[in-house]
């Protein structure tokens, strides 16, 4: 049998595992485009997670209450640790940490255009926890059944901890709400300027997508762009109304033969201009990251030296 025979019954054989619903693990046979597709969704998602930190750490020191800058160290020091689980679970593809890391530095690869946008008072910490976090939320709860095992694994305890984070967000929304004129204006001012990135994080409408049809035909993608945006305007909206907030969209309505809210059209153009480097914090989001990695070059130097010292003692007793 010709290589080109044996590859295209390891690829029907490859297919039959995914559609009965078998996780595929590292040492497993996988076709090249599989493994390609999955490195650049996790290592995204994996950047956007350390990305995401940036507007949020902004707030730290300046957070109202003693309490408050717990929550959101606790916070940002959770998405260090999305981040450290997904790059670990590229890594098993055969990919190194540095290759990825490069490959943002350069801008080869992308991360969530929402997180190219400033956080510019307290309200927006609320806003981002409720509805960048919600929006994670929606999209990363199918990932849990995605069919590569060590992406599926990370993402369970990622959701846990979101979920989390989506309800912080949403109380410092609710608290401001129920504040004095000024902070109710703040969180509705957070929820104008959120509100459409949020959307355009689900990605392209369906069929527009470069990737989105294999990721589906291989299950490393559950859901639709547009089926999941839909899911996300449905609860945001009762969510904002519940503490009296206005979404700013005037063709938002329910939708009864629908059984879901219409809502207006996205600012595409917006979506590939922030995408392609172009938005108000893309080339500050990138620096900070840059300056912050070669900053700690020689933390991850000692620590490779002390690995190769612990290898040669291990050699050295065997």
Request: hydrophobic share 40%.
């Amino acid at each position: 049998m010709d290589k080109a025979n044996v590859s295209e019954t390891e690829e029907r054989t490859f297919q039959a595992r995914i559609d009965a619903e078998e996780k595929i693990e590292p040492k497993d046979w996988m076709p090249e485009k599989y493994r390609r597709n999955l490195i650049r969704q996790i290592s995204q998602h994996a950047h956007s997670e350390v990305i995401g930190e940036q507007p949020e750490g902004n707030w730290i020191t300046r957070a109202p209450s003693l309490e408050r800058k717990a929550i959101l160290m606790a916070k940002v020091q959770d998405e260090a640790g999305h981040g450290l689980y997904l790059y670990a679970a590229a890594e098993t593809l055969g990919v190194t940490r540095e290759e990825l890391i490069d490959r943002l530095h350069t801008g080869a690869s992308k991360y969530a255009s929402i997180f190219n946008y400033p956080s510019l008072t307290w309200a927006d910490i609320g806003a981002i926890g409720w509805l960048v976090d919600s929006a994670a939320i929606v999209n990363q709860v199918s990932l849990q059944n995605t069919s590569y095992g060590p992406y599926a694994r990370a993402m369970v305890r990622i959701c846990k901890e979101e979920s989390f984070h989506q309800r912080q967000g949403y109380n410092i929304m609710m608290t401001l709400m129920k504040g004095a004129k000024l902070q109710r204006e703040m969180a509705q001012d957070a929820l104008d300027r959120w509100w459409w990135p949020s959307l355009m994080m689900f990605g392209p409408h369906d069929g527009e997508s470069a990737h989105s049809a294999q990721s589906m035909k291989w299950k490393i993608k559950r859901r639709s762009n547009d089926d999941l945006r839909q899911q996300f305007v449905d609860q945001a909206v009762q969510q904002a109304e519940a503490i009296g907030l206005v979404v700013p969209d005037p063709d938002l309505k329910w939708n009864d033969a629908r059984g879901h809210y219409d809502f207006g059209a996205i600012d595409w153009q917006e979506f590939e201009r922030v995408i392609s480097g172009n938005g108000p914090c893309n080339r500050q989001r990138l620096a900070h990251h840059k300056n912050a990695h070669d900053e700690g070059a020689w933390v991850r130097e000692a620590m490779a030296a002390h690995e190769a010292k612990q290898r040669s003692k291990a050699r050295d007793v065997a």
